[in-house]
């Protein structure tokens, strides 16, 4: 038992001393250790699969990311986005909203870059967020690759949603849910979605003067190919389409299927 007072004496010692540091009003000098340490709580485009976020930015060719900005740390933040060479990527801070900014493609498909992101308002808090511009690239976390058709890439969902959460995903990765122009180009998504039954595909009842109609596809493109076992809204808010097992286009509500990503 002697042997067990030792640490815990040392214990309540310790105690004692981060107690009264903790009361002082003397902050330690900030070094640029302290302020990277400090940079660690800034995450960028947190979700459930990364819930610290990203730490390298990958970004299609001519195409713009949002980046939400989080952060653990006590005061209100205040963002500066400082890219290396400037070359590769643009950073745009929403004027509305602090935690946001926009990242844009300005180089081809293989240039790197790196973002500094400074928290002014947390002691100059700084994290450092690599970027990497590619060509028809989506994240594996995500999406799986199935091919090409016409010169377009094509992906399917590692995981489910509904169909509006789908549709902003695809925009938010550089695309949008498959817009099928012609009996082939179904054929070939009927083929490479493997097992998967259900998928989502970027076409939905829309709301026209009260009476719910097909108008266009997620990307704007007209619908002209059409392949419909219903047109008609049902009596459960059935507005979304999914491509069923035999390559047919069912109307269901909100729930979670996979989804269908198109690339150009």
């Excluded at 004027?95 to 790196?114: C, E, K, Q, R, W």
């Excluded at 059935?238 to 150009?264: K, P, Q, T, V």
Aim: net charge negative.
């Amino acid at each position: 038992m002697k042997f067990k007072v030792i640490p815990l004496l040392g214990a309540l010692a310790a105690l004692t001393f981060v107690a009264c540091d903790w009361n002082s009003h003397t902050e330690p000098e900030l070094t640029v250790n302290n302020a990277e340490v400090l940079g660690g709580a800034i995450y960028v485009n947190v979700d459930p699969l990364k819930p610290r976020g990203i730490r390298t930015l990958f970004i299609n060719e001519g195409d713009t990311v949002k980046l939400q900005m989080s952060t653990l740390l006590l005061q209100d933040p205040n963002y500066s986005f400082t890219p290396y060479n400037g070359n590769a990527v643009k950073i745009v801070k929403d004027p509305t909203d602090n935690m946001v900014a926009y990242a844009i493609a300005l180089a081809d498909s293989g240039a790197v870059d790196s973002i500094q992101i400074v928290d002014n308002g947390n002691s100059n808090a700084f994290r450092k967020l690599y970027v990497n511009v590619v060509d028809h690239w989506a994240d594996p976390d995500y999406f799986q690759f199935i091919g090409t058709f016409d010169g377009h890439y094509y992906y399917i969902s590692n995981n489910l949603r509904t169909w509006v959460e789908a549709e902003e995903i695809c925009r938010e990765a550089g695309g949008y849910m498959a817009a099928i122009g012609t009996a082939e180009e179904n054929a070939f998504l009927e083929e490479a979605r493997g097992r998967v039954e259900r998928v989502w595909i970027g076409i939905r009842l829309n709301n026209v003067n009260g009476s719910f109609k097909i108008t266009t596809w997620a990307n704007g493109e007209p619908v002209e190919y059409k392949s419909f076992n219903s047109q008609d809204a049902g009596i459960f808010a059935e507005f979304y389409y999914y491509m069923d097992a035999n390559g047919s286009w069912e109307n269901w509500h909100e729930i979670s299927y996979n989804y269908f990503l198109e690339m150009e």
